[in-house]
Nanobody, 120 residues
Framework: QVQLVESGGGLVQPGGSLTLSCVAS????????MGWSRRVPGKERELVAD???????TYRDSVKGRFTISRDNAANMVYLQMNSLTPEDTAVYYC??????????????WGQGSQVTVSS
Protein backbone atom coordinates (compact mmCIF):
# COMPACT_ATOMS: atom_id res chain seq x y z
CA GLN A 1 0.00 0.00 0.00
CA VAL A 2 1.37 3.36 -1.05
CA GLN A 3 1.45 6.04 1.63
CA LEU A 4 2.66 9.60 1.46
CA VAL A 5 2.68 11.56 4.71
CA GLU A 6 3.36 15.28 4.78
CA SER A 7 4.50 17.32 7.75
CA GLY A 8 5.84 20.77 8.51
CA GLY A 9 2.94 23.02 7.65
CA GLY A 10 1.65 25.74 9.90
CA LEU A 11 1.18 29.47 10.36
CA VAL A 12 3.96 31.83 9.34
CA GLN A 13 4.22 35.59 8.91
CA PRO A 14 4.76 37.14 5.48
CA GLY A 15 8.42 36.97 4.58
CA GLY A 16 8.93 33.91 6.74
CA SER A 17 10.02 30.39 5.91
CA LEU A 18 8.73 26.86 6.28
CA THR A 19 9.97 23.47 5.23
CA LEU A 20 7.55 20.75 4.25
CA SER A 21 8.56 17.11 4.45
CA CYS A 22 7.00 14.04 2.92
CA VAL A 23 7.89 10.45 3.68
CA ALA A 24 6.86 7.75 1.23
CA SER A 25 6.28 4.05 1.76
CA UNK A 26 5.06 1.24 -0.44
CA UNK A 27 7.01 2.41 -3.50
CA UNK A 28 10.53 2.08 -4.82
CA UNK A 29 11.14 5.71 -4.02
CA UNK A 30 14.23 6.27 -6.15
CA UNK A 31 12.29 5.28 -9.28
CA UNK A 32 9.47 7.77 -8.74
CA UNK A 33 9.07 11.37 -9.76
CA MET A 34 8.09 13.36 -6.68
CA GLY A 35 6.28 16.66 -6.51
CA TRP A 36 4.51 19.22 -4.40
CA SER A 37 1.18 20.70 -5.41
CA ARG A 38 -1.17 23.08 -3.60
CA ARG A 39 -4.82 23.89 -3.53
CA VAL A 40 -6.65 26.98 -2.44
CA PRO A 41 -10.37 26.49 -1.67
CA GLY A 42 -12.41 27.13 -4.80
CA LYS A 43 -9.45 26.81 -7.13
CA GLU A 44 -7.79 24.03 -9.08
CA ARG A 45 -4.85 22.22 -7.54
CA GLU A 46 -1.62 23.56 -9.05
CA LEU A 47 1.82 22.06 -9.35
CA VAL A 48 4.40 23.92 -7.28
CA ALA A 49 7.57 21.94 -7.83
CA ASP A 50 8.63 18.60 -9.22
CA UNK A 51 11.81 16.56 -8.87
CA UNK A 52 12.12 13.63 -11.20
CA UNK A 53 13.84 10.33 -10.46
CA UNK A 54 16.66 11.62 -12.68
CA UNK A 55 17.03 14.66 -10.44
CA UNK A 56 15.61 17.12 -12.95
CA UNK A 57 13.65 19.87 -11.22
CA THR A 58 10.90 22.19 -12.36
CA TYR A 59 9.17 25.01 -10.49
CA ARG A 60 6.02 27.02 -10.93
CA ASP A 61 7.01 30.50 -12.09
CA SER A 62 5.55 32.19 -9.02
CA VAL A 63 7.80 30.25 -6.63
CA LYS A 64 11.06 30.31 -8.57
CA GLY A 65 13.86 31.74 -6.47
CA ARG A 66 11.85 31.29 -3.27
CA PHE A 67 11.11 27.57 -3.03
CA THR A 68 13.55 24.67 -3.22
CA ILE A 69 12.56 21.05 -3.72
CA SER A 70 14.93 18.25 -2.78
CA ARG A 71 14.84 14.53 -2.17
CA ASP A 72 16.69 11.97 -0.08
CA ASN A 73 16.35 8.59 -1.76
CA ALA A 74 17.96 6.76 1.17
CA ALA A 75 15.29 8.08 3.52
CA ASN A 76 12.35 8.00 1.08
CA MET A 77 11.85 11.72 1.73
CA VAL A 78 11.06 14.74 -0.39
CA TYR A 79 11.25 18.29 0.95
CA LEU A 80 9.99 21.71 -0.01
CA GLN A 81 11.91 24.61 1.49
CA MET A 82 9.76 27.74 1.22
CA ASN A 83 11.26 31.19 1.76
CA SER A 84 9.92 34.72 1.43
CA LEU A 85 6.40 33.46 1.86
CA THR A 86 3.47 35.67 0.92
CA PRO A 87 -0.25 35.40 1.69
CA GLU A 88 -0.71 34.14 -1.87
CA ASP A 89 1.19 31.00 -0.86
CA THR A 90 -1.53 30.09 1.63
CA ALA A 91 -2.92 26.70 0.61
CA VAL A 92 -3.05 23.03 1.43
CA TYR A 93 0.15 21.50 0.12
CA TYR A 94 0.17 17.94 -1.18
CA CYS A 95 3.03 15.58 -1.83
CA UNK A 96 2.65 13.34 -4.87
CA UNK A 97 4.48 10.47 -6.50
CA UNK A 98 4.26 9.02 -10.00
CA UNK A 99 6.26 6.91 -12.37
CA UNK A 100 6.08 6.10 -16.05
CA UNK A 101 6.40 2.41 -16.80
CA UNK A 102 6.15 0.34 -19.97
CA UNK A 103 2.49 -0.20 -19.04
CA UNK A 104 1.77 3.49 -18.61
CA UNK A 105 1.62 5.94 -15.74
CA UNK A 106 1.77 4.54 -12.19
CA UNK A 107 0.05 6.97 -9.86
CA UNK A 108 -0.08 9.75 -9.11
CA UNK A 109 -0.33 8.94 -5.45
CA TRP A 110 -1.21 11.75 -3.05
CA GLY A 111 -0.64 12.54 0.56
CA GLN A 112 -3.33 13.87 2.87
CA GLY A 113 -2.12 17.45 2.62
CA SER A 114 -0.54 19.95 4.97
CA GLN A 115 -2.00 23.40 5.59
CA VAL A 116 0.29 26.38 5.11
CA THR A 117 -1.10 29.74 6.21
CA VAL A 118 0.83 32.95 5.61
CA SER A 119 -0.63 35.77 7.63
CA SER A 120 0.37 38.55 9.99
Amino acid sequence: QVQLVESGGGLVQPGGSLTLSCVASGITFRDFDMGWSRRVPGKERELVADIEATGMITYRDSVKGRFTISRDNAANMVYLQMNSLTPEDTAVYYCNASRWTTRGLLGPYWGQGSQVTVSS
